[in-house]
């Protein structure tokens, strides 16, 4: 079998579909705090939302994960979503960036109060962090 030994060209992306401003700076992504780069769609923004207890319960319609996506999409569309009910966590992506904070998405989750949902699910003391995007190593 045949080949070739590369000399030209790198891993860095040739162009940056969802941003304004062309290709990302290779000296950005080098310091391994590179900008996402999403091919296949809009830049998004990434939330970890705390709920502060065990959602495992609470996956059907109309119950607490439901509800606060439908909650979350009044500002935002969710473009995917996570429930992880070992650490009390539902992250979410949403576009356009910018349409939340942490702070913002913190105080409108915390405003559906302590009675979400059929089993009265409490996000009054739910917390929010904006934890970007990094792939998950299992």
Known sequence: MSG???????????????TQNGPIAPATLATGNGI????????LDFFAIDVKADPAAELGVGEMVSLLM???AQM???????????????????????A???GILQTQVQAMGATVGPNNFDLSTA?????GFKLAIA
């Open 4 to 18: 070739f030994t590369r000399v030209n060209g790198d891993a860095q992306p040739v162009f940056a579909i969802d």
């Open 70 to 72: 439908t909650n979350i």
């Open 76 to 98: 935002a569309t969710v473009m995917m979503y996570q429930v992880s009910v070992t650490n009390t966590r539902v992250s979410v992506a949403v576009y356009p960036i910018g």
């Open 100 to 102: 939340y904070t942490a």
């Open 127 to 131: 917390t929010v962090t904006n934890v």
């Open 36 to 43: 996402t780069t999403n091919f296949i769609g809009p830049a």
